[in-house]
């Protein structure tokens, strides 16, 4: 336990801000999960909106530097990529830079 004035204090606001970071990361988590559920039904209209929201919350993250930008980046390259091919195979991701051969 801390014993100095300024450690008691530093303590107290670590704690506060835990909490904030942990809602804002399962805010997001959640907000992924509605994301994935719509790619899964196919829904191609809900899927993007959900997909706006989620960039949205990224970047909120990313922002108060609850998560680093470079995450927030990923995160919505990689949904981006799988709302982009909701019509075809049903949202699977694919992989960048290469060629699918069919055997």
């Known amino acids: 336990m801390p014993h100095s004035a300024s450690a008691k204090k530093r303590h107290r606001q670590n704690l506060r801000n835990r909490e904030r970071n ?35 919350k990224a970047d909120r993250a990313a922002a108060s530097k609850t998560i680093h930008k470079n995450r927030a980046a990923r995160i ?22 290469r060629k699918t051969t069919k055997a």
């Open 22 to 56: 942990r809602a804002v990361k399962s805010d997001l988590k959640s907000q992924v999960r509605k994301l994935l559920d719509a790619i899964s039904t196919g829904d191609a209209a809900k899927a993007k909106e959900e997909l706006r929201l989620v960039a949205k």
């Open 76 to 97: 919505k390259s990689r949904l981006s990529t799988r709302v982009k091919n909701v019509g075809s195979a049903g949202g699977a991701p694919v992989a960048k830079g």
